[in-house]
């Protein structure tokens, strides 16, 4: 079994989410490998740490209070076009088979998941 792709390391990485233990898992996640990260507990936080600061990685719940992962993904590639979006949730099976709302996504990961699907499908994204 051959392992998963190496992302390029340190990206810049925001990860949105309103749960904060599944926000704050990830932060560790992610700085276990290297990886610079903020994150924001909503889209609109989102997207205000967004505007302020350049990402290279935006990793986004679909399901969340206010807009949703998809809603954040359109923006996000509304101010930047080429920065990849990946959703987190557990809704994939619905969301695979809904095509507007993984317009703007380049990757989906379903709930749960672990620490292998997500460094490849970073890698995949970020390549």
Do not use: C, W
């Amino acid at each position: 079994m051959s392992s998963a792709p190496t992302p390029p390391s340190p990206l810049r990485i925001l990860v949105v989410d309103d749960e904060k233990d599944v926000r704050d898992s990830l932060d560790q996640v992610l700085r276990h490998f290297k990886h610079l990260v903020q994150t924001a507990g909503s889209a609109d936080d989102a997207l205000a740490l967004f505007e302020k600061s350049k990402f290279d990685l935006v990793i986004t719940d679909y399901k969340m209070e206010g807009k949703t992962g998809a809603e954040l993904a359109r923006e996000v590639k509304q101010r930047s076009p080429k920065t990849p979006v990946l959703m987190i949730t557990a809704f994939a099976e619905d969301l695979q088979n809904s095509p507007r709302a993984m317009e703007h996504v380049q990757g989906l990961i379903p709930k749960p998941f672990r620490v292998e699907e997500l460094k490849k499908a970073i890698a995949e994204v970020t390549a």
